[in-house]
């Protein structure tokens, strides 16, 4: 990398760039030195790498922005062409709705007024031009209410560029600024503080409770008044351009051009709640929060951090994570070095696990941040690993209370941890969990850890990271292989079905074709002892042929599909063959779920069979004390959802290819056309046409392209009659879902009379304290230690939050069947009032 490039990267670093010097004036002016000779040079390649430094590493902006200012003062021009790209670029992000860029480009634009190069007056037209859109979208006549979150984004990132540059507009432009504000309070008295408990980490079954609470919004804006009438000083924003005021007040300003907000789609005109229920998620969807604050600390361990400082740290945190995404070590770096003088270990840790369980989803992969809380504990192993376990331990603490997707995330998370730390921790601190019933949620989160470790390891290295805790090997999965029925044992005799199991194995190891075996199960088997004694057979021992290793699994399914397919070709039956596949896989959850999958990836099983098989008898029991059944589930959901996602993916891409072989075609057909009208000269006679080679070329070009505009038009056609069946398998999918949810809940919530909310739930459990024939260990038949809530209750509970769950997780392939789902399932009179709103919180979307 070029010299001026490492120099521009790494200022306000400690490195051998800047020697040893950390002074940020020293750094400014040694970057100044190189940058004014290298613009002379190459000004076009100077320009867009120092934009891209001060967008994707926008905690250094208020450096860049002091550079620029002394740029400004000896090469006006270039300045001038940078602040044009930022407002080009900053009316580009407002159109593609690129919520990142339009928060960091405002932040930057902030910033150059710091250091005169921006007229304060532009920038104000700016933020107004900003406001002006957000009111007019939540205005019920003019504008689009269910756009709402698009005009808190506005808002948000009028307020959040305030840390960096409202000391400077209090002081040059204070009516205007002033005016600003007023203008942000006046939204907020307009603007509906809807419910957002569906998104919050921890419930404590107030369902309408977040209405009284501060939104992120009016938060902020606490937070900004207050860092006004403190005289605009906070210590996390470096302010570098004071070190050359004197020379800076000499620069010239630049105006910015007026800019244009993107349109929201226009309101529906039937009022349909459903429309505007789906406009609404779109909304969330497009301008999500960026953060929910976990709060998981005591207040003291923050070192009285001031509230604004607090979110300019977390803006700092989240930016880093989003542009080195590609680069965990710098990610971590940076990360562990921001430019603030006070320290932030336990802020980062609870910024960092709140995005790890943040609703509704992450913005990455869990197995990113895993990474950087690796990376960081060894960049900052006196400081972090502790802190790290703090945060577990009081997540632990809550973990009754925790959202079920988030307690999910958190167990995958921290299994993942430990394995690249030896699976070392102090679980003696949680063996106290054994005293508990088997459905006490802190017992299943030690449960499924380990039970998730045992996947990263083996049995026996994670019984022995547990030795200061033996007892807790009572919460590892059995160390038993496969469950295979037709086992030999010696001295006995064969039975009649140890014999077919043979003889199946034997034609496998021949290699024999499934078409053969197809017939010899119908010949020989079926005719005398009937269905389910041939599907345990042939599931048996074709899974216990495939047992070795996923390979070995995969290979069967691939090779004797068709078997599984001829006996089972309906859901009912297919839900028995699912029985099967967890009879022989009951001592190993991961190759149940493993084996399912693939399965389904075949289309040997429906997503409508394993949605009936998840929600019988056999795993309902399971629900509030193991997470296999929710764990296969899902995959059925996601790999349905994955299908959909690829067909329109497939159709988007073949449309394009359509459009260029139509142009294709078209051109070829017009180059036929103006040779075919030509006159030329063959032996002497005129004759209508080119050379007679030319024309044969062109003629089998105009066919070539047709035919090839003809088989995409025919692909198109078959990708879009997949994609309409897919989707109409969905309806029926999502209905079959949520009425297996209510089927089940039905049966086992208290009495809508006595229970209204999830916190009248929890009461019961409270208030009971006899222990009923629920609350006696079915293991052991000992009575456990009592829990704060009972087995039936926490039923209801963990049920609850799973539908909540998926709910939230498949909101926008739910959207476009609501209606026929509102009328079908959720208004019935027998619907328990827990059961919406379970519903209504996942979709933010009241159900009557």
């Known amino acids: 990398m070029s010299n001026w490039k490492t120099l521009l990267l790494r200022i306000g670093e400690k490195g051998p760039e800047y020697g040893t010097s950390s002074d940020y004036k020293d750094h400014i002016e040694t970057c100044f030195g190189v940058i004014r000779r290298e613009i002379e040079r190459s000004g076009d390649q100077v320009l867009p790498f120092l934009l891209q430094c001060a967008e994707q590493l926008p905690h250094k902006i208020p450096l860049y922005g002091t550079l620029i200012g002394l740029l400004n003062l000896e090469n006006e021009d270039f300045v001038q062409k940078l602040v044009e790209s930022v407002h080009a670029n900053f009316q580009v992000a407002l159109d593609s709705g690129n919520c990142n860029s339009i928060r960091i480009l405002l932040r930057f634009m902030t910033s150059l007024l710091c250091s005169k190069v921006i007229q304060p007056a532009s920038l104000i037209v700016v933020f107004e031009t900003l406001l002006s859109s957000a009111a007019t979208t939540v205005d019920e006549e003019k504008g689009n209410p269910s756009w ?12 959040s560029s305030l840390p960096w ?83 800076l007040v000499a620069g010239k300003f630049h105006e ?113 941040y895993t990474l950087v809380i690796m990376d960081l504990c060894k960049a900052l192993p006196g400081a972090f690993p502790a802190v790290v376990a703090g945060a577990v331990r009081a997540l632990f603490e809550k973990i009754s209370d925790l959202d079920m997707e988030s307690r999910t995330r958190l167990i995958l998370w921290f299994s993942h941890h430990l394995s690249n730390f030896q699976f070392i921790w102090p679980w003696e601190e949680w063996a106290f969990v054994l005293d508990l019933p088997k459905w006490a949620p802190k017992r299943v989160f030690v449960q499924e850890i380990l039970q998730r470790e045992v996947r990263l390891s083996y049995w026996d290295k994670i019984k022995q990271s547990i030795e200061n805790a033996t007892a807790l090997e009572e919460l590892l999965p059995p160390k038993a292989g496969p469950n295979f029925m037709y086992s030999l044992e010696e001295g006995k005799e064969k039975t009649e079905e140890q014999q077919l199991s043979a003889e199946l194995s034997r034609k496998v190891k021949e290699k024999q074709t499934a078409r053969d075996m197809i017939v010899w199960i119908e010949e020989t088997i079926y005719p005398v002892h009937g269905f389910e004694v041939t599907l345990t057979i042939v599931v048996q021992t074709l899974l216990d042929i495939g047992s070795k290793s996923f390979t070995h699994l995969v290979t069967v399914l691939e090779r004797y599909g068709q078997v599984f397919s001829k ?91 359509v459009l260029v072989a139509e142009k294709a075609s078209a051109n070829a057909r017009v180059e036929l056309e103006a040779a075919e009208s030509k006159l030329s000269l063959v032996e002497g006679e005129p004759v209508l046409g080119e050379n007679p080679a030319k024309m044969k070329r062109l003629k089998s070009t105009v066919e070539k392209t047709g035919e090839a505009e003809l088989s995409l038009r025919e692909s198109l056609e078959a990708k879009e009659a997949l994609l309409n069946r897919a989707l109409s398998e969905t309806e029926v999918l999502l209905l079959l879902l949520f009425q297996s949810f209510l089927g089940v809940l039905k ?36 009575p456990k230690k009592s829990c704060e809530v009972g087995e039936r209750e926490q039923w209801c509970l963990s049920t609850l939050g799973y539908l909540t769950a998926f709910t939230r997780q498949y909101a926008s392939e739910i959207w476009p069947h609501m209606e026929k789902l509102e009328s079908e399932v959720f208004s019935g009179e027998d619907v328990h009032p827990l059961f919406l709103q379970a519903i209504s919180s996942a979709l933010q979307f009241p159900l009557h």
């Open 148 to 159: 709402q979150p698009q005009a808190d984004f506005y808002v948000i990132c009028i307020l």
């Open 256 to 368: 910015l051009r007026p800019i244009k907000c993107m349109e929201q789609p226009s309101p529906p005109s039937d009022h349909s709640r459903a429309y505007s229920g789906k406009q609404k998620h779109d909304a969330l969807t497009r301008y999500p929060q960026r953060i929910r604050r976990l709060n998981i600390f005591p207040a003291n361990k923050m070192e009285d951090v001031q509230p604004i400082d607090r979110f300019v740290v977390e803006e700092y945190l989240l930016d880093v994570l989003f542009y080195l995404n590609g680069c965990r070590k710098e990610c971590a770096s940076y990360m562990a070095n921001l430019p603030v003088t006070f320290r932030y270990e336990y802020l980062m840790a609870e910024t960092l696990f709140s995005q790890i369980l943040l609703l509704p989803q992450p913005p990455f992969k869990t197995l990113y």
């Open 567 to 657: 006996l089972c070709p309906d859901n009912d039956k297919q839900v028995m063959l699912l029985s099967q596949v967890s009879t022989y896989w009951k001592n190993n959850v991961q190759m149940t779920a493993v084996a399912i999958d693939r399965m389904m990836g075949y289309r040997l099983v429906s997503n409508q069979a394993i949605v009936r098989w998840v929600f019988s008898p056999e795993n309902v029991d399971q629900f509030h004390v193991s997470d296999q059944p929710w764990e296969i589930l899902g995959n059925a959901l996601n790999k349905t959802y994955n299908r959909i996602s690829d067909l329109r993916k497939d159709i988007s891409n073949i449309t394009k290819n």
């Open 747 to 782: 049966e086992r919530l208290p009495d809508p009379t006595k229970v209204r909310s999830v916190q009248d739930l929890k009461s019961i459990g409270a208030e009971d304290d006899k222990p009923s024939a629920m609350d006696v260990d079915s293991e052991n038949g000992n």
């Open 165 to 247: 540059g409202g000391s400077e507009l209090a002081e040059q432009v204070p009516d205007e600024i002033e005016r600003v504000l007023v203008g942000i309070q006046a939204y907020l008295s307009i603007r509906k503080n809807s419910s957002t408990s569906g998104l919050n980490f921890f419930h404590n079954g107030e369902f309408e409770s977040s209405l009284a609470e501060k939104d992120f919004v009016e938060d902020l804006l606490d937070r900004i008044q207050s860092l006004a009438s403190n005289g605009w000083k906070l210590e996390s924003v470096p302010r570098p351009h004071l070190s050359f005021e004197a020379q």
